[in-house]
């Protein structure tokens, strides 16, 4: 059971806009910024956003992150096949004093 | 560019010790303030396990507290992961990483999978 809730599953057509949810709490999204990971089969998570909207290099602009008090969402405007992957959110957590994570959104495009 | 390589057994029998190494490459395991590590059950989501400071401080997730350590090796510029006492449920792919803040984490090594079993 992880401590930040993600929809298991979302899809779309090439060049909709689809966004992924992740609900927290207070010790979490409610007083940090969410991160968001990337990650293809048999391979590492990769860091999408951090930090209000921050793209790590190479990161294309069509990913964009909101927020709104426990809540976090990850945008993917212009689905292309390539984003079919499964994405994590994460957030620093005080009650943990450590990152929980989400149980992460497996991304289809149709 | 800094680069992970986490390494060690792939079985491990219950009730055993899980040991893991994850090797700096590229820069120094002292340049950076934390380096950790996370867990991912087959076809799961990511937990994390825990954090050490270079110099040598850590933090653990409670739920795996009383079962870890881990620990920096400067002269090797590596890091370990220990995992006593484990049981199927430990079963995982394992990830050491690099965070730069909070909970962002650039840098990965590629994983190195865990099974306990008998």
């Known amino acids: 059971q992880s401590v930040l809730t993600q929809p298991p599953s979302a899809s779309g057509t090439p060049g909709q806009r689809v966004t992924i949810s992740c609900s927290g709490s207070?010790?979490?999204?409610?007083?940090?910024?969410a991160n968001w990971y990337q990650q293809f089969p048999g391979t590492a998570p990769k860091l999408l956003i951090y930090?209000?909207?921050q793209r790590p290099s190479g990161v294309p602009d069509r990913f964009s992150v909101s927020k709104s008090g426990t809540s976090a969402s990850l945008a993917i405007s212009g689905l292309q096949s390539e984003d079919e992957a499964d994405y994590y959110c994460?957030?620093?957590?005080?009650?943990?004093?450590?990152?929980?994570f989400g149980g992460g959104t497996k991304l289809t495009v149709l | 560019q800094v680069q992970l390589q986490e390494s060690g057994p792939g079985l491990v029998k219950p009730s055993g010790t899980l040991s893991l190494t994850c090797a700096v490459s590229?820069?120094?395991?002292?340049?950076?303030?934390?380096w950790i590590w996370v867990r991912q059950p087959p076809g799961k989501g990511l937990e994390w396990i825990g954090e050490?400071?270079?110099?040598?401080?850590?933090n653990y997730n409670p739920s795996l507290k009383s079962r870890v350590t881990i620990s920096v090796d400067k002269s090797k510029n590596q890091m370990s992961l220990k995992l006593t006492s484990v049981t199927a449920a430990d079963t995982a792919v394992y990830y050491c990483?690099?965070?730069?803040?909070?909970?962002?984490?650039?840098?990965w090594g590629q994983g190195t999978m865990v099974t306990v079993s008998s």
């Open positions: 990483a690099r965070p730069f803040a909070g909970a962002a984490f650039d840098i």
């Open positions: 590229g820069g120094s395991i002292s340049s950076n303030n934390w």
């Open positions: 050490i400071y270079h110099s040598g401080t850590t």
């Open positions: 207070s010790s979490n999204i409610g007083k940090y910024t």
């Open positions: 930090s209000n909207n």
């Open positions: 994460a957030a620093w957590d005080d009650s943990l004093n450590g990152p929980v």
